[in-house]
């Protein structure tokens, strides 16, 4: 099973872009999720399949997985993307969460 | 409208049991497996287990193996986390999600909290 870290926090300017790590052993050869998760709410998958956006994820939000660093990239930033955001995947039929990381749109 | 309905708030003393249930609406229940995750105040998501609803089939956590146990009642449309023997650091949100293409959770309830305090 993998142990996905990510940085604890990170912050942005309204309308810039801002990126979050999620780092793991040979991550790159498994499938990567993304949830976003604003306070007092459930999360949301924002990602799947390392890059593909669910219906309705507006186009600001986009991610790779290569190597040992899935990224998941929010351009444009807005006020309402202030959230827990967290990575996910799955080995040996385990799923696991990354540590998280708060983003803070300043 | 597709939703996973949980039940409501729980309390219990150290070492009960407690049963949550996640009823699906608006989907074929039987066309996606179920997975439960868990959220302690102030902490991430942690993923506790997973059931099949092709074949009943479970996968739990090694945290919460032995403790948990994961049913469907698809007559129902409904799925069940138990959990037996709870800890203190069992106080958390739990809740249940769809699993969809290449297991992404794509619907998730509205968490169930579950507080264990003597």
């Known amino acids: 099973s993998y142990d996905l870290t990510q940085p604890p926090s990170v912050s942005v300017s309204p309308g810039q872009t801002v990126s979050i790590t999620c780092s793991a052993d040979?991550?790159?050869?498994?499938?990567v999720s993304w949830y976003q998760q604003r306070p007092g709410q459930s999360p949301v998958l924002v990602i799947y399949q390392d890059s593909k956006r669910p219906s309705g994820i507006p186009e600001r939000f986009s991610a790779s997985n290569s190597g040992s660093t899935a990224t998941l990239t929010i351009g444009g930033t807005q006020p309402m993307d202030e959230a827990d955001y967290y990575c996910?995947?799955?080995?040996?039929?385990?799923?696991?969460f990354g540590t998280g990381t708060k983003v803070t749109v300043l | 409208q597709i939703q996973l309905l949980q039940s409501g708030a729980e309390m219990k003393k150290p070492g009960a049991s407690v049963k949550v249930s996640c009823k699906a609406s608006g989907y074929t229940f039987s066309s996606h497996d179920i997975s439960w995750v868990r959220q302690a105040p102030g902490q991430g998501l942690e993923w506790m287990g997973w059931i099949s609803l092709h074949n009943g089939i479970t996968n739990s956590a090694q945290k919460v193996q032995g403790r948990v146990t994961m049913t469907t009642d698809t007559s129902a449309n409904t799925a069940y986390l138990e959990l037996k023997s709870l800890t203190f650091d069992d106080t958390a949100v739990y809740y249940c999600a769809r699993m969809a293409a290449v297991n992404a959770f794509d619907i998730w309830g509205q968490g169930t909290l579950v507080s264990v305090s003597s």
């Open positions: 996910q995947a799955w080995g040996s039929s385990t799923g696991v």
């Open positions: 040979k991550l790159g050869e498994t499938y």
